[in-house]
Structure formats: C-alpha cells, structure tokens
C-alpha cells in the first residue's frame, strides 16, 4: 500500500460543499450515471479522482474522456483495474465512493475496508455537500422498499410540485441525486429513492421524514443473508428528524422504527389500506385519510382523496404507496388539498398496473415491471378473476407461496419464458384444478414492430401468450400479465416485454373489429 499523506481537512469536517475538498484522493469505483456524477462532483471540488470501472465499452470510453478533460487524475478501464487500489502518485487513496450494485465483497472495496479507506456512496456524498453559501439547501423526504420505490417517490413529487414548491425525484431513479443538489437554483425538497445497494453506503444522512415500504426477499446473495439486506433497509430511518413512517400491514418496518436512533422529538407514522388507528393514515370507505398530521387525531381523520380519484385501477399496493407519499408530504407541512391535486395528476407511466384495453367487459393490464414474486403478488391481489400470463427468468426464486395465496383468483395462465419448472410445480401443487397453456419459445419468427429481427422471439411469444388468454378469457375477467420473473430470457428488457403485450393486445382489438 502507498504512503499516507493528509493535506486537507479531516473527512468528518467535510459537511458542506465549502469545506475544504482540495486535494483530497478519492477513488470513485464505477462509471455509470451516479458514478460519473460523483467522479465529476469531486473534481469541481477540487478532489484528486481517479475513476475505475471493469467495463471498458464505447460509453465509458466516452464518459472517461470527459472527465479526464474535466480534471480527472485518471480513468482506468478494464478487468485487469477492479481488484487493487490504485496510488496517486505512490500515494495512498484517502476515500472510495462505490457506485451503487459495487458489492463490499468486491476485491477492489475490500481492499479499501482492509486498509482503513472510508467507504462512501454517492447519497453520503451528496448529504456532505448538500449545504452551499449563496443557495436555498433541500429537504430530503428518503424512500425505499423491495417494491414501489419509483411510483412513490413520483407521487412525491407530484404533490410537492401541486404545493407550489419546487421539488424533484433523484437518487435511485432519473436524476443522480448529486445533479440535484448541484442544480443552480436548487430545490425546496428532493424526494429521493434510495436502494438498498446505496443504503449500505451511507453513513451520515439526516433526512426530514423517511419511510420503508415494504420488504421482501431481495438482493440476499449482495447483502449476504436477508438479515443483512433489511439491516441496510432499516438505515434509511437512522437520525430521521420529523416523521418515520411504517407499513402497519408488514411488522417488519415497524420494527425498524422502534429501533432506529432517530432525532428527538421523530414521530412514528403507520399508513395501513385498512381503517388507521390514531398516528396513521389509510383508507375509510374508499378514502384516503389522515390520522396523524391532524390536531384532532383522536376523534377525527382529515380526508385527502377518493381512490378513484387516483386512476382506474387502485390495487392495494398502489393505495399504501399514495399514502406513503402522502404521509412524506404532510410531515413536510403540505396540506391537504395539494395531497389530492398531487395524487390525481401523477401519471405512473408504462409497464406497472397499466391498463391497455378493456373490450366485451374483460380488462388487459400489462404489469410488465413485476419482475419477482412479491411484486406480482401485489396486483394478482387486485383482481378477483385472472387469465395470468406469467413467466420468464425466476433467478432461482420460490414461487410456492404466490401460488398458493391466489389460487382462488387464477381462471388460466399462460406461461412465457425458457424455464418455468419452478412456476409450473407450484401450479401443479397448488391449483391443480387451473388450465395451464404455454407459449411455444420460437427462434425465429415474425418481425417485431420496430424491425428488430433479433428479437422476433419475444414479440412472437407475447402474441401467442395475448391469443392463448383471449381465447379462455370471459366477461368479468381480467388479463394480467404479470410475469413474477425477469426478462432477459426472450426480451431485452421488461419495456420490452410490456410494449410486446400493448401491441399483441391492440392487434387483437384491430383484429376484433374488423
């Protein structure tokens, strides 16, 4: 290891983005969005930076070559630069930014643990250096949960934004948080989306309300055991200052709550899709209500918005989601009324609980990023009857349990994918009685929409899938195609997977026209 030689400020006075960041030598391990961003924060500081990444592909080619114009140390790019910490100068590196997805166990991060070089993330870093003369410093309302990270934190924003402040969704989703906090004019409060991947590299933050969603099995293999992964989870509430707020419905964040060390003074606020108990919010008659940021919250609930006020199609976990959002922007003192206009106006976008079609009283939802049981598990529960076109990559995931909890609800299911072995023998044990039909895997096929022969499979697969459940589907039923698996075996993405549906769905409606 090289000589170690301090000429800054220590880490620890490193709180705001005027501190003295001169000269410091910082490896940033990773080169993609939030990567770079911290790699081109620190050279604005003034930070010694020498980026390394394994991939050495046309895009970080490009990448490397901005920063080294920008001022980076060095780029090294390869295999041969992710297992030992490079010197600057004979020097020894002083601090390592890990992208998120870098695993502790990676040689590279352990070889700094090894040797006593702080760890940080990019969200640690961006705390440090959210604080800048001549600029209005941004609330942090935190958010994270095996599912629905992404459509909260838009809720998020959406009723910042309907408040009349000037907000943003950053972190784990869009916008790098650090483009956020160096954003010239700044913002009034960030909604950040944290992983558990950059949960486990933070250190410091004290955000203004937090809140866990959900958990599930996830990530185990990266944490090393469940234990550890919702021991990262649990970060998000440490030094919370004004509300952490819990799923009443899963024990398990509630839990983290009572043992987080949390600001004097932190509130622990419940949201639950059943009637709330005092210091909650949930649902009464198909409202949505407050509970909690009321002075009356003993006798009374303050209503913020009808459910179907929110979209179409309001399965549970997208109710518990809005009143997770909403439980953020109360704590953050929005009232009510900007709570409704946020909730009413947030588009989801393509590819969760999206519905496509209805025709002859049957519903086609493409629910194309349920990519995992706990998340298919969530609009199953929607629904009362399902033609469920499921399948696809399981990354060894058990599918017992999700079988057995819906089995009332399955009409058929069409499987997708190379191998369902896992599916199909919970299928077998647990709603032996349900039709099952597959979709022929072909190697070559029909031309997809776009003319990208290459994946010609996927888009003939889907339509086969979309014909099977026409074919069993009747009045009342619902077409969900939720696959409880990754893509990446027949489609290069679940976007691509979900367009595959939207289109082989309209087909079938021009074709029923006609």
């Known amino acids: 290891m090289g000589r170690w030689t301090v000429t800054h400020a220590p880490l620890e006075s490193l709180t705001s983005w005027d501190a003295d960041w001169a000269g410091l030598r910082v490896i940033v391990a990773g080169l993609g969005l939030s990567g770079f961003s911290a790699a081109d924060t620190l050279i604005e500081l003034g930070a010694q930076v020498i980026i390394v990444d394994g991939r050495d592909d046309e895009a970080n080619a490009s990448r490397a070559d901005t920063l080294r114009i920008v001022g980076a140390t060095d780029v090294l790019l390869g295999a041969a630069h992710v297992d030992a910490l490079p010197l600057f100068g004979g020097l020894a590196p002083e601090l390592l930014i890990a992208s998120p997805g870098w695993n502790p166990r990676q040689p590279l991060l352990a070889a700094a643990a090894e040797s006593g070089i702080p760890i940080w993330g990019d969200v640690e870093l961006a705390w440090r250096v959210r604080e800048r003369a001549g600029r209005k410093t941004a609330e942090w309302l935190v958010i994270t949960g095996t599912n629905g990270k992404t459509s909260t934190v838009g809720m998020t924003e959406s009723i910042l934004r309907a408040a009349g402040l000037r907000a943003i969704a950053a972190g784990n989703v869009g916008t790098p948080i650090l483009d956020a906090i160096r954003d010239p004019e700044g913002f009034d409060a960030i909604a950040v989306e944290l992983s558990?991947?950059?949960?486990?590299?933070?250190?410091?933050?004290?955000?203004?309300?937090?809140?866990?969603?959900?958990?599930?099995?996830?990530?185990?293999?990266?944490?090393?055991?469940?234990?550890?992964?919702?021991?990262?989870?649990?970060?998000?509430?440490?030094?919370?200052?004004?509300?952490a707020i819990y799923n009443a419905d899963q024990r398990e964040t509630e839990a983290m709550v009572e043992n987080a060390d949390v600001i004097e003074g932190c509130r622990a606020i419940g949201f639950t899709t059943g009637v709330p108990a005092r210091s909650m919010l949930g649902i009464v008659e198909d409202l949505l209500v407050d509970r909690a940021f009321n002075d009356d919250r003993a006798n009374s609930a303050i209503e913020l918005i009808a459910l179907n006020q929110i979209g179409e199609v309001v399965p549970r976990h997208t109710a518990a989601n809005a009143l997770a959002a909403a439980a953020l922007a109360r704590a953050y003192g929005v009232g009510p009324a900007a709570i409704a206009a946020g909730l009413a106006d947030f588009d989801p976008g393509d590819h969760r609980i999206q519905a496509v079609a209805r025709e002859n009283d049957i519903l086609w939802i493409n629910d194309s990023k349920a990519t995992n049981p706990h998340a298919a598990n969530a609009s199953l529960g929607a629904f009362s009857s399902v033609v469920w076109i499921a399948g696809g990559l399981s990354k060894g995931v058990d599918y017992q349990e999700l079988v057995s909890s819906h089995a009332a609800r399955l009409k058929a299911v069409v499987l997708i994918g190379t191998d369902n072995t896992g599916l199909r023998q919970a299928l077998e044990r647990h709603a032996p009685q349900v039709p099952v039909f597959e979709a022929s895997v072909r190697e070559t096929g029909s031309i997809a929409p776009d003319g990208a022969t290459g994946t010609a499979r996927g888009w003939s697969v889907m339509a086969e899938a979309v014909a099977a459940a026409a074919r069993v589907a009747e009045p009342g039923d619902t077409v969900l195609m939720a696959p409880a698996a990754a893509s990446m075996d027949q489609f290069s993405s679940y976007a691509h997977r979900g367009n595959a549906f939207i289109d082989a769905v309209g087909a079938l409606m021009e074709a029923n026209s006609k």
Not at 197 to 226: C, K, M, R
């Open 196 to 243: 558990s991947f950059q949960l486990h590299f933070t250190h410091s933050i004290s955000p203004l309300a937090s809140v866990v969603l959900n958990v599930a099995e996830d990530h185990v293999d990266w944490h090393g055991g469940y234990e550890h992964y919702l021991a990262d989870k649990a970060k998000i509430y440490e030094r919370t200052r004004v509300a």
